[in-house]
C-alpha cells in the first residue's frame, strides 16, 4: 500500500538535516549548492557555521546539553547575515514555542525544516565548506546526515584563493602567509582535505561521497546523476540549468555562471616558480589523488623550505586554532 504523499514529506522533513556539502573553501561548494538546490526536493541553506559556532561550549564544539534562549534567537535573527536564510524573526522565533529554552540540537532541526517547507521541498541540506573539519562531530549528533565532500586540484584551489579579496578568512589568516602565500595555500588545502576524508571515511560508503570538481565540470550530467544516486533521489536535469532561475543578466556572475570549465588553471595561469613550491609542500596529497605534477621531483632547495613551511604552519595552525567567535550583543 503507497504512503499517502502528506506521509511521505512528514516522513522526509523528519530525516532533515538531510545533507551537508563540505570542502576546503574556493573548490567549488557554492557551484555545488546552486546545482543541488535546483534539483525539486532538495533545498539547500546557506553556510551556517556562523550559527552552530555561537553554540560552542569551549571545549567541544555542538555539545548536545546546550539550550537556545528567545535572546539567543533574537540575536541570530538581527545578525546581518541572516538575512539570507528567507526567514523572518517571526518564524526564527517561533521555533521555541515558549519562553522556555529549547536545546540547540532540536532548534537547528527546526530550523532545516522550516527552510524547507519555505522552499516547498522535504529535504534540506546545508552548504558549509568549513565543516569539512567537523565530520565526526557533526555525525555525532546528526548520525543519519549524509555527508558531500567536493575536492579540486589544490594548484586550482590555490589560484582562487590568491586572487580572492577574502583570502584572510581562510590561508591568509596563517602567520605564515606573509612569507609565503603559495606554500601556506598547499598546507592549507592539504590539512583541510585530509580532515575531511579521515573523517568521512570512517563513516563509509552510505554516508560519505567524494566529488571530483574537474569531472563536475567534465561530466555535469554523469556526475549529477551519481550524486543523486547517492542521495537516493532521482536524477533531474534541471538540476544543469541552476543559472536559469535568475535573469539572464546575472547568468554571466560568479555564483549564477552556467558550469564553465577552464575559470581556473594551474597549468597555464601558474607560474613555474609557483608550481614547484606548491608540489613540493603538499606534492604527496596531489599524488594520492591522481594529480598529475608538473615537477615530480622539486628541487633539494624547495623541498627544505617546504619542509621549513611545513613546520611552522602545523606549529600555527595549532597555536591559532580558532576559539569558536559569540555573536555581537
Same mark, same amino acid.
Given at each position: 500500500?503507497?504512503?499517502p504523499?502528506?506521509?511521505?514529506?512528514?516522513?522526509?522533513?523528519?530525516?532533515?538535516?538531510?545533507?551537508?556539502?563540505?570542502?576546503?573553501?574556493?573548490?567549488?561548494?557554492?557551484?555545488?549548492?546552486?546545482?543541488?538546490?535546483?534539483?525539486?526536493?532538495?533545498?539547500?541553506?546557506?553556510?551556517?557555521?556562523?550559527?552552530?559556532?555561537?553554540?560552542?561550549?569551549?571545549?567541544?564544539?555542538?555539545?548536545?546539553?546546550?539550550?537556545?534562549?528567545?535572546?539567543?534567537?533574537?540575536?541570530?535573527?538581527?545578525?546581518?547575515?541572516?538575512?539570507?536564510?528567507?526567514?523572518?524573526?517571526?518564524?526564527?522565533?517561533?521555533?521555541?514555542?515558549?519562553?522556555?529554552?529549547?536545546?540547540?540540537?532540536?532548534?537547528?532541526?527546526?530550523?532545516?525544516?522550516?527552510?524547507?517547507?519555505?522552499?516547498?521541498?522535504?529535504?534540506?541540506?546545508?552548504?558549509?565548506?568549513?565543516?569539512?573539519?567537523?565530520?565526526?562531530?557533526?555525525?555525532?549528533v546528526?548520525?543519519?546526515?549524509?555527508?558531500?565532500?567536493?575536492?579540486?586540484?589544490?594548484?586550482?584551489?590555490?589560484?582562487?584563493?590568491?586572487?580572492?579579496?577574502?583570502?584572510?578568512?581562510?590561508?591568509g589568516?596563517?602567520?605564515?602567509?606573509?612569507?609565503?602565500?603559495?606554500?601556506?595555500?598547499?598546507l592549507?588545502?592539504?590539512?583541510?582535505?585530509?580532515?575531511?576524508?579521515?573523517?568521512?571515511?570512517?563513516?563509509?560508503?552510505?554516508?560519505?561521497?567524494?566529488?571530483?570538481?574537474?569531472?563536475?565540470?567534465?561530466?555535469?550530467?554523469?556526475?549529477?546523476a551519481?550524486?543523486c544516486?547517492?542521495?537516493?533521489?532521482?536524477?533531474?536535469?534541471?538540476?544543469?540549468?541552476?543559472?536559469?532561475?535568475?535573469?539572464?543578466?546575472?547568468?554571466?556572475?560568479?555564483?549564477?555562471?552556467?558550469?564553465?570549465?577552464?575559470?581556473?588553471?594551474?597549468?597555464?595561469?601558474? #607560474?613555474?616558480?609557483?608550481?614547484?613550491?606548491? +608540489?613540493? %609542500? $603538499?606534492?604527496?596529497?596531489?599524488?594520492?589523488?591522481?594529480? @598529475? *605534477? !608538473?615537477? #615530480?621531483?622539486?628541487?633539494?632547495?624547495?623541498? +627544505?623550505? %617546504? $619542509?621549513?613551511?611545513?613546520?611552522?604552519?602545523?606549529?600555527? @595552525? *595549532? !597555536?591559532?586554532?580558532?576559539?569558536t567567535?559569540?555573536?555581537?550583543?
Amino acid at each position: 500500500m503507497l504512503m499517502p504523499a502528506a506521509k511521505q514529506w512528514e516522513r522526509r522533513w523528519s530525516m532533515n538535516p538531510f545533507v551537508f556539502f563540505v570542502g576546503c573553501a574556493r573548490s567549488g561548494t557554492t557551484l555545488l549548492q546552486r546545482i543541488v538546490n535546483a534539483h525539486p526536493q532538495i533545498a539547500v541553506l546557506p553556510e551556517m557555521d556562523w550559527i552552530t559556532d555561537c553554540f560552542h561550549d569551549g571545549e567541544t564544539w555542538l555539545g548536545r546539553e546546550g539550550r537556545v534562549t528567545r535572546e539567543q534567537a533574537a540575536e541570530l535573527a538581527a545578525h546581518k547575515r541572516f538575512r539570507q536564510f528567507e526567514v523572518s524573526r517571526e518564524e526564527l522565533l517561533g521555533l521555541l514555542g515558549s519562553d522556555e529554552p529549547v536545546p540547540y540540537v532540536v532548534f537547528l532541526c527546526g530550523l532545516f525544516v522550516l527552510y524547507g517547507k519555505i522552499k516547498g521541498k522535504p529535504l534540506v541540506g546545508s552548504k558549509t565548506p568549513a565543516y569539512v573539519s567537523r565530520i565526526p562531530a557533526l555525525h555525532a549528533v546528526w548520525p543519519e546526515a549524509k555527508f558531500i565532500h567536493l575536492i579540486r586540484d589544490g594548484r586550482d584551489v590555490c589560484l582562487s584563493v590568491l586572487n580572492w579579496d577574502h583570502a584572510d578568512r581562510t590561508a591568509g589568516r596563517h602567520a605564515t602567509w606573509a612569507e609565503d602565500p603559495v606554500s601556506t595555500a598547499a598546507l592549507w588545502w592539504e590539512r583541510k582535505v585530509r580532515r575531511g576524508r579521515q573523517g568521512g571515511r570512517t563513516l563509509g560508503p552510505d554516508l560519505y561521497y567524494e566529488v571530483r570538481y574537474e569531472h563536475l565540470i567534465a561530466r555535469p550530467a554523469e556526475e549529477c546523476a551519481k550524486l543523486c544516486a547517492f542521495l537516493g533521489v532521482p536524477y533531474d536535469e534541471g538540476t544543469l540549468r541552476f543559472h536559469n532561475s535568475v535573469p539572464p543578466a546575472h547568468q554571466e556572475t560568479h555564483p549564477w555562471r552556467p558550469i564553465t570549465p577552464g575559470l581556473r588553471d594551474w597549468q597555464t595561469q601558474m #607560474p613555474a616558480a609557483d608550481l614547484e613550491g606548491f +608540489e613540493a %609542500a $603538499a606534492g604527496g596529497l596531489l599524488d594520492e589523488l591522481g594529480y @598529475a *605534477r !608538473a615537477f #615530480p621531483s622539486p628541487s633539494p632547495d624547495r623541498q +627544505e623550505h %617546504a $619542509a621549513l613551511m611545513r613546520d611552522l604552519f602545523t606549529r600555527d @595552525a *595549532r !597555536a591559532t586554532t580558532r576559539r569558536t567567535p559569540r555573536l555581537v550583543r
